[in-house]
């Protein structure tokens, strides 16, 4: 399977951003009723429509590790600690597809809207989706990648699964998909097959190509990004692509290893 | 070229019980439904609910039971090859209790853990029903308020479509969660009465339990999914225009990615909310492409609206209903909002036919799906 990537745009809690004015004052948006993890959703996505047409029609997918911490907690707290009733946009943001609602707006979307996470592959299972819809509507598609570490960031750690001195980031990373490689500056390919820690190790014994992993993959000898988030694959990609450089990346979960593969077109 | 999607095999569990069970009660209007105590600006109030029969614990263990043993009842002609090449999606408005559950193990010091940590998202129990049937590893859950499981359907079909996997199990659940029904009752969108589907008294809706699984494929069956179209289109975050326009503008695209004209559609199942806003607007879209004679009937004053679930839920309701000969009446209709449109208010006698599903949610989500059965 292959897509072909037309735009990117990132955002990394690293880099210094009041997030609400920025879309307030930069991009002239309505903020109102949202909160942390829908405007980093819809920050992502001005940023792409920065440097790209959207299209009406454009096919939305958003995923995330595990979506928005920060309503839950809010609410958890109001419901079962407060005995306080809900507020009803409190509540409208606990829904997944609220943050796509907002994302679908503010780049004028009317087509298909998904919200959707996978507890393994989340990245590239959506890219599978993404391969499946786009291969029988031949449209292109918005798919944007959303983790925000919340306070306390232990929630974020006991949820992926990761260690408690690992270092967290909050990241946002869009990619504007096609299956038609016209005006194509990337192309990935992945597939649904699954891959042993022997069968992985002989595939790249033969690569020239850079490769990168997951840090969850501690057997593979291979470069890591410092700090984590759930889909730090789409920012990985993101970053070859700006660099115009080829890799091969690993991830794995429970001892199943997936790859992808990215070649630049530039 | 497209392959015909075949809808192979479906399980519920409904406030009315198995597919039997909750065919039986439609057929004989015999509406088995229960109560809980909800949270309100004022005070704790009753609300009528539609509860599975055997109580689902807010526990993920519970709702992963009850989840295997739907599956179990879909994959079962399954061989190991085919369980291999079979994908798991799973459609669900369902807020992460894994999150809430780490929520209080973190943040609270009465309740404090020990550090733990182990990967769980919202889609942890396709993950863990794809090992435990040996289906291939790609789950993934979709979450689209009340359109979760329908969209969870139309993507399982691009799965097939695209040659990606050869099946697809979809399954919607939801149930009870005080978080969500005092968020429909912080909306003031409950009903304390029935629903009552396009009807001017209607006042609101009211909330169902469910567990719906169906198995797709491109074998040979009578039941066939011709296509469905699903958009975000709506006035605002809640709700669509009052004429409808939006929901009429995902009705007709559905029927023209399925090849299928205004004049084949046999009976429309409707969304049918019983809440004000939505039924008007939907009533409105029906009356803008369908003459006063068309069909229409509402599925949700059986079982409740089950949210997430009624996509795979109410699809298995409809096509057991003609299975068994009859798409069922609307039940606590007396006065329609638009003199003439009345959904049926006796059972129809059908066996076969092309029909429309609407599914309509929060968040602009709209989809309308088109099956068709043939007898063979």
């Not at chain 2, 809808?7 to 009660?25: E, H, N, P, V, Y």
């Not at chain 2, 993934?140 to 050869?166: D, P, R, W, Y």
């Not at chain 2, 719906?212 to 040979?220: D, F, N, Q």
């Not at chain 2, 009052?242 to 299928?260: F, L």
Request: charged share 25%; with cysteine; aromatic share 10%.
């Amino acid at each position: 399977m292959k897509l072909y990537i037309k735009a990117t745009s990132t955002y990394l809690s690293d880099e210094e951003l009041d997030i609400k004015k920025e879309l307030k004052q930069r991009y002239k948006l309505d903020t109102r009723r949202q909160d942390s993890f829908i405007h980093l959703a819809v920050l992502g996505a001005q940023r792409l429509k920065d440097i790209t047409d959207i299209k009406k029609d454009d096919e939305l997918y958003l995923t995330s590790g595990v979506g928005n911490i920060d309503v839950i907690q809010r609410i958890n707290r109001s419901v079962y600690e407060e005995k306080q009733f809900i507020k009803p946009f409190d509540f409208i943001n606990t829904l997944g597809n609220t943050t796509s609602y907002y994302v679908a707006t503010s780049l004028g979307i009317k087509g298909k809207n998904i919200f959707q996470i996978s507890d393994n592959f989340t990245y590239i299972n959506s890219l599978i989706s993404i391969y499946s819809s786009l291969s029988m509507s031949k449209k292109e598609a918005i798919f944007g990648c959303v983790d925000l570490v919340s306070e306390p960031d232990e929630i974020l750690k006991r949820v992926l699964g990761i260690s408690e001195n690992c270092e967290l980031v909050s990241g946002v990373n869009y990619q504007k998909l096609s299956v038609n490689n016209e005006d194509s500056i990337s192309e990935i390919e992945f597939d649904t097959k699954f891959y042993t820690l022997d069968e992985i190790k002989e595939i790249l014994k033969d690569s020239d190509k850079e490769i990168f992993s997951s840090f969850r993959c501690s057997e593979i000898d291979a470069k890591k990004e410092s700090k984590f988030f759930e889909t730090e694959l789409s920012y990985v990609i993101n970053k070859r692509v700006e660099s115009k450089k080829d890799m091969i990346y690993i991830d794995c979960f429970n001892g199943r290893y997936k790859i992808l593969r990215l070649k630049s077109l530039r | 070229m497209h392959k015909t999607l075949s809808l192979l095999k479906c399980a519920i569990k409904s406030a009315q019980g198995d597919l039997r069970q909750t065919i039986s009660a439609i057929k004989n209007s015999n509406i088995n439904i229960s109560t809980k105590i909800v949270s309100t600006f004022d005070a704790e109030m009753e609300i009528p609910y539609f509860l599975l029969q055997n109580r689902v614990e807010d526990s993920q263990k519970s709702i992963y039971k009850e989840l295997k043993d739907i599956v179990s009842k879909i994959v079962v002609d399954l061989d190991k090859d085919d369980r291999e090449k079979t994908a798991l999606l799973v459609g669900t408005s369902l807020v992460d209790m894994n999150i809430v559950d780490v929520v209080n193990d973190s943040v609270y010091e009465y309740k404090r853990t020990p550090y733990y940590s182990s990967k769980k998202s919202i889609d942890s129990y396709a993950k863990d029903l794809v090992d435990e049937f040996g289906l291939n590893g790609f789950s993934m859950s979709v979450s689209t308020a009340c359109t979760s499981s329908v969209n969870a359907l139309l993507e399982a079909s691009n799965l097939i479509q695209s040659g990606a996997f050869k099946y697809v199990v979809v399954l919607g659940v939801d149930i009870f969660s005080e978080m969500m029904s005092n968020g429909f009752s912080s909306m003031k969108l409950l009903s304390l009465g029935v629903q009552k589907p396009f009807d001017i008294s209607r006042d609101g809706l009211v909330l169902g339990e469910a567990i719906a699984g169906i198995l797709v494929g491109t074998e040979s069956s009578s039941w066939v999914l011709k296509g469905g179209y699903s958009n975000c289109n709506s006035a605002n975050i809640t709700s669509v225009s009052a004429s409808g326009e939006e929901y009429a503008d995902v009705m007709q695209k559905a029927m023209h990615i399925s090849n299928t004209n205004i004049g084949d559609i046999t009976a429309l199942k409707a969304h049918a909310t019983s809440t004000p806003t939505n039924d008007m607007s939907e009533i409105n879209a029906i009356k803008q492409l369908f003459d006063k004679d068309f069909r229409f009937t509402a599925i949700k004053p059986y079982i409740g609206h089950t949210l997430g679930a009624c996509g795979i839920l109410e699809l298995a309701i409809f096509m057991s209903c003609v299975d068994d000969g009859f798409i069922p009446k609307t039940i606590n209709h007396q006065d329609s909002i638009i003199d003439k449109y009345t959904p049926i208010s006796e059972h129809l006698e059908c066996k076969d036919g092309t029909f429309m599903l609407n599914y309509f949610g929060f968040g602009g989500n709209n989809t309308s799906i088109i099956i068709k059965k043939e007898l063979v």
